[in-house]
């Protein structure tokens, strides 16, 4: 036999391939148990949830951004308002110049 | 196969239709016995199920996918009762129903010619059954199930290169054995 007469005969094999039985898929579907996976992830992850999620957590992200910013513009006042008004302090914050007598 | 991952039922039942003759095919050419093939392809549409959001789209088909997982799980098989299952006479069966289909619709002369045909069909399935496994997988693969080579190595776990040559010499054997 050669390379050809193979291919011939496998070609017809091929073309027996046997059907799964009917049977077999409602077996398959009838035993699929509940997926492997992470609850919480699962949940977090699953598509009606993230959205809401996020959006949640939005403000709360926007609110500590710009509290921290406001902090650290109160922080620069109080420091030149100190500068001002107490020679031994400002001298410590390093912005004040200090003249001997 | 997203879907399905997300655990719908519905999604996978599509799935399910759309590749269980295949891989049916495929389990009844690698353990020759009806039973251990609806065994061994529910197995593999259990694992599907419970593990589908490891499937990576980018690495491979979903049949190729499923095709390796249904072949693992023959290897886990086989490894566990560590006796090869008999050829059994089902296998017989389609070439059998093959020459009744023949002798109904065929002239006397066609007859003849399609017997010779059924036959030869049949002494290939034999001789396919009795190759050493990973031989009888490639060319299963390759010819009766249509993946490409580099599918193939994808699902036996070998190197392109380690397929073809596997592939080269399971069509000797197969060959060699024909003609004994």
């Known amino acids: ?101 | 196969m997203q879907r399905a991952a997300d655990g719908d039922q519905k999604a996978f039942a599509e799935l399910v239709s759309r590749h269980i003759d295949s891989l049916y095919g495929y389990a009844r050419r690698l353990c020759y016995n009806d039973t251990m093939a609806e065994d061994l392809v529910q197995d593999t549409w259990l694992a599907a199920w419970q593990h589908a959001q490891r499937y990576r789209p980018e690495k491979s088909a979903v049949s190729t996918w499923l095709h390796r997982i249904l072949h693992n799980r023959f290897i886990d098989h086989t490894r566990r009762r560590a006796t090869r299952t008999e050829h059994s006479g089902s296998a017989t069966d389609m070439p059998a129903t093959a020459l009744e289909i023949a002798t109904l619709e065929a002239s006397a002369q066609e007859q003849a010619r399609q017997l010779e045909q059924a036959q030869m069909v049949a002494r290939l399935d034999q001789c396919l059954g009795e190759l050493p496994e990973q031989q009888r997988a490639a060319v299963t693969l390759t010819h009766l199930q249509g993946f490409s080579n580099r599918d193939v190595a994808h699902i036996l776990g070998l190197s392109v290169r380690a397929t073809e040559s596997l592939l080269a010499r399971a069509r000797r054997t197969l060959r060699e054995r024909f003609s004994e």
Not at chain 1, 11 to 23: E, I, V
Not at chain 1, 72 to 87: C, E, G, I, R
Request: charge should be negative.
């Open chain 1, 1 to 101: 036999m050669d390379d050809d007469q193979m291919d011939q005969l496998l070609r017809q094999l091929q073309a027996q391939q046997p059907s799964a039985p009917g049977y077999l898929r409602s077996r398959i579907m009838a035993n699929l148990p509940e997926q492997e996976r992470p609850e919480v992830a699962a949940a977090v992850w699953s598509k009606p949830l993230w959205k809401p999620a996020i959006a949640a957590c939005l403000p709360l992200v926007i609110g500590f951004i710009t509290g921290v910013v406001s902090t650290d513009v109160d922080q620069q006042n109080v420091s030149h308002w100190y500068a001002s008004a107490d020679p031994v302090y400002a001298d410590t914050l390093g912005d004040y110049e200090y003249v001997e007598d």
